[in-house]
């Protein structure tokens, strides 16, 4: 185990041999001056590692935020002043909408501080710092241990360390693998509660070109949505309170007026959410083969049925507005994922590779002991696994799609506790307010017409495509009570069902009693969601997690190996929300023949995009006028042209949403907010000709803050380099 630890240490921190495609790496800011700082300086970067991490003064990590559960925010101004993408502020934006009142629609700015809006339960979390503790996490394991003697000790090594050090710190702690289970560091964060809606585009800007143009370039999206953090007057994090003042950072972001240009050097500061680029090539087939054409099949479904219902109504549209954004975005990115692993031919390639790992791995007695077999493992346990996940894949995206049916299953857990704990009343008092708090949520934004449609297209496809050992018994009722006929049994199962009843259901709680239980146990909801419950612990979970923890297990073996064969290449660590910077040049990319893409986008485009009979396609009348006075004021190019969007080379992720797009100098000069649709492929195979991460120009952000929305106050609290 010592003798691999140094040999990993030797591969990481070695600086000279084969670097990575300028783009590709999603590196570990602690060690930007070990491994980093001499490339990007000589791309062209004029401030230090130092500058970016630092625990000994202020630096930009400081003004990174991990916003909410999965994007990246940064901090613009001394008052706690937050920058997002508007598709992060998205759910916050919708809970404050309503017909008569459209904020996703007109856009919202807060004209005072009394004006902005508290978000309960937006958090917003800074990291303070990350320790290696990798010695400390794996004490006492080594290569004669089980994996379950082997988890068992990491764990247990783990909430030691948690607990050691949040005894005496005001922070949280959590402690994150990397290398695939081969390091560990220590996370150390403060999170804030009290996080303020300020201000948001008309969805016309922040949302220009919907679900056509997302995952795609060229782009014409303001997306981009701000919120404010405070604290209490201590400068502690709070809960919502009337008396709580702006947060004063440590950091926050020079705002940059000069723009980018094409072959400018460019970083990204964010939370990549997942990547796996170190995968064999089994893993890549399952992936793109297997489980997203059938996500793809079901999701497809959907979006027909909420873009239906959306067009026949203002209502629908805005109660679905937030869902469809989410199901949409994962089914086009896994299309374009399937398109750019067969155009670059990933798949050949990981094979390629492989044939050389082989070779490698059986050249001496010693490896062939320790991988001789591995790959071999791999393509007999992802043969296991397909039934399995094709299984947990028609169950999350088929019957958990229907509504209804994810909504059924919150309520086992009070059945259950009604049942084993009935004199437990304070816990059976706060599961139902739970659900009476779940109840209020779930039915401001759910139209049952749409969701009885939705369940019988899913049922369908579900059933037409799973084979009977993998579904669960009540397929076996539609069969053989309605005859194969969906939309009856999803009529049979609403007319059963009093969840879907907000008036039943609200009565039910206010009165609810032990016994109760018997009542839910007769709804034909909760009926199929017991049934759920019961055959995924029963058929799929079991074996799933056991399938699992051994690719985890070989995926820890097959890393150390690539480190140790390929000695001389520098490895960065795959995408696990934690914070990571990213570097490449600007620059755009030609995607099939006879197609080259610009490096940036203007307003020009806006107004070629312009189709009033389509809602994602609108133009607000006062940009029109804005752009035909062409009064761009101080954020207009040197060009003369107002740019909205850029692409550059930096290797992005989901998470990345958000995060702040820097220049040579540590200025802020976009916002990232998507990648280009030829290069979705990026999180399991990065190809520099095609990956490019798209942002937002920071001077368009700016421009439509101040000239189209009114609130050019709040640039007064900006620091604005000209």
Wanted: glycine content about 6%; proline content about 4%.
């Amino acid at each position: 185990m010592k003798k691999f630890l140094l040999l990993l240490a030797i591969s990481i921190l070695t600086t000279s041999g084969h670097f990575a495609f300028a783009g590709e790496g999603m590196w570990i800011p602690s060690l930007l001056k070990q491994l980093n700082e001499k490339e990007m300086k000589a791309m062209g970067m004029k401030i230090s590692a130092d500058d970016i991490y630092s625990l000994n003064h202020s630096s930009m990590k400081d003004a990174i935020m991990l916003f909410g559960r999965g994007c990246t925010s940064e901090l613009i101004s001394g008052e706690g002043l937050l920058l997002t993408n508007h598709h992060c502020g998205f759910s916050s934006i919708q809970k404050h909408s309503s017909v008569e009142h459209d904020y996703l629609k007109d856009g919202f700015w807060a004209m005072n501080r009394g004006e902005e809006l508290p978000n309960p339960g937006l958090t917003a979390t800074l990291m303070i710092r990350m320790d290696k503790v990798t010695d400390q996490v794996l004490q006492g394991v080594n290569d004669q241990m089980s994996e379950k003697e082997r988890k068992s000790a990491i764990e247990k090594n783990t909430e030691q360390l948690i607990k050691n050090f949040e005894k005496d710190s005001p922070y949280q702690a959590t402690i994150k693998s990397f290398f695939k289970g081969n390091e560990y560091y220590m996370i150390v964060t403060e999170t804030f509660k009290d996080v303020r809606l300020v201000g948001a585009p008309p969805s016309a800007i922040g949302k220009f070109g919907g679900d056509t143009d997302n995952w795609m370039w060229p782009r014409h999206t303001g997306d981009f949505s701000l919120f404010r953090i405070y604290v209490s007057p201590d400068g502690k994090p709070a809960a919502y309170s009337k008396d709580n003042v702006p947060y004063q950072p440590n950091y926050f972001f020079p705002i940059s007026l000069k723009g980018v240009n094409e072959g400018d050097f460019t970083f990204v500061f964010g939370y990549p959410a997942r990547t796996n680029e170190y995968l064999p090539s089994y893993a890549i087939e399952e992936i793109t083969k297997l489980e997203n054409p059938a996500k793809i099949k079901l999701r497809t479904q959907r979006l027909d049925i909420f873009k239906k219902y959306a067009e026949t109504s203002p209502k629908i549209r805005i109660m679905y507005a937030s869902k469809q954004a989410g199901v949409a975005n994962g089914w086009k990115k896994m299309i374009g994922q399937d398109w750019g692993i067969k155009r670059t031919h990933a798949i050949e390639k990981k094979q390629q590779f492989e044939q050389d790992f082989q070779q490698w791995a059986t050249a001496n007695p010693h490896r062939t002991q320790q991988y001789g077999d591995l790959l071999n493992q791999f393509k007999q346990v992802y043969q296991q696994i397909r039934p399995y996940q094709q299984a947990a894949d028609y169950v999350y995206e088929g019957a958990l799609g229907v509504e209804a049916q994810r909504f059924a299953l919150s309520f086992l857990r009070l059945a259950e506790i009604s049942k084993e704990h009935p004199g437990d009343t304070a816990q059976l008092y706060q599961m139902v307010k739970s659900l009476q708090a779940r109840e209020k949520t779930f039915y401001k934004d759910y139209y049952k017409p749409l969701d009885m449609e939705v369940m019988a297209q899913l049922l369908n496809t579900y059933d037409k495509n799973v084979p009977d050992a993998y579904k669960p018994a009540w397929f076996a009722v539609i069969h053989k009570k309605f005859n194969g006929d969906y939309k009856k049994f999803t009529e049979y199962t609403f007319k059963k069902s009093f969840l879907d009843d907000p008036e039943a259901l609200n009565t039910f709680l206010k009165n609810y009693r032990a016994n109760d239980y018997k009542k839910l146990e007769k709804d034909q909801f909760f009926q199929m969601a017991m049934e759920i419950n019961r055959f995924a612990k029963q058929n799929i979970w079991p074996k799933l997690d056991q399938l699992s923890a051994r690719t985890d297990s070989l995926m820890r073996i097959y890393m150390r190996a690539q480190m140790e064969m390929q000695s001389d290449k520098r490895f960065y660590p795959d995408a696990n929300f934690t914070l990571r910077v990213t570097y490449g040049k600007a620059g755009g990319f030609s995607p099939a023949d006879a197609v080259e893409y610009k490096t940036f986008t203007t307003m020009k485009g806006i107004l070629e995009k312009e189709n009033p009979d389509i809602y994602d396609y609108a133009v607000p009348e006062k940009l029109k006028t804005l752009y035909k006075d062409q009064d761009f004021g101080p954020y207009a190019d040197k060009d003369g042209s107002m740019h909205v969007c850029f692409v550059a080379k930096n290797h992005t992720s989901g998470g990345n949403s958000g995060s702040p797009v820097l220049n040579a100098e540590g200025q802020l000069i976009g916002v990232n907010f998507d990648r280009d649709w030829e290069g979705t492929m990026s999180d399991l195979n990065y190809d520099p000709s095609v990956c490019r991460n798209i942002s937002l120009d920071i001077r368009y952000f700016l421009f439509v803050v101040d000239k189209l929305s009114g609130a050019g106050y709040l640039l007064d609290e900006m620091k604005i380099v000209k």
